[in-house]
């Protein structure tokens, strides 16, 4: 089962960071379980105000997530659902996306939250999406991984006394 051993984060003192989510479009439902969770979680970190975007699908998350790190976020969540197909497409978007995400990460020093589900069918993305019924909320972990970095590195960048 995905998420087994899953750490349980604590993120205090970051009701201050600015948080974008960018969401695709693509599984509705599934979709609006993810934004559901992340939602959730941001209000759960006292994040009253994130910035919440829509894109066509997983493929546009990286180019929306490095304007906004560029755009002084302190952190951004992505999320997406790519579901296997019976074409090579599901490897090519779903490592263009994790890569593209990854870069973003590295090169602006924002972290960003991987709330993509790359799946083999729509049960699976169900199970992951926060939904009444599902085992995991990536939604939720992705912001709670996103924000809990973002603390970190503000906490090293800060004076030590």
């Known amino acids: 089962m995905s998420g087994k051993g899953a750490p349980e984060l604590t993120v205090k003192n970051c009701a201050?960071?600015?948080?974008?989510?960018?969401?695709a479009q693509?599984?509705?439902k599934v979709m609006d379980?993810?934004?559901?969770g992340a939602l959730r979680a941001l209000a759960d970190l006292g994040i009253d105000e994130p910035t919440l975007l829509r894109v066509p699908g997983a493929f546009e998350l990286p180019v929306v997530a490095k304007v906004l790190a560029g755009?002084?976020?302190?952190a951004v969540v992505a999320l997406g659902v790519v579901v296997r197909g019976g074409t090579p497409h599901f490897e090519y978007v779903c490592q263009g996306v994790t890569q593209g995400?990854?870069?973003?990460?590295?090169d602006t020093g924002v972290p960003v939250g991987f709330g993509v589900l790359t799946v083999d069918d729509e049960q699976q993305a169900?199970?992951?999406?926060?939904l009444d019924g599902s085992t995991e909320d990536k939604g939720h972990e992705a912001v709670t991984a996103a924000v809990s970095t973002a603390a970190t590195l503000?906490?090293?960048?800060?004076?030590?006394?």
């Not at 379980?33 to 559901?36: A, K, R, S, W």
């Open 16 to 23: 201050d960071l600015r948080v974008a989510v960018i969401a």
């Open 26 to 28: 693509w599984h509705e």
């Open 33 to 36: 379980g993810l934004v559901d």
């Open 71 to 74: 755009r002084g976020y302190d």
């Open 101 to 106: 995400l990854t870069q973003v990460a590295v």
């Open 126 to 130: 169900l199970d992951r999406a926060g």
């Open 154 to 161: 503000r906490s090293v960048s800060e004076p030590w006394r």
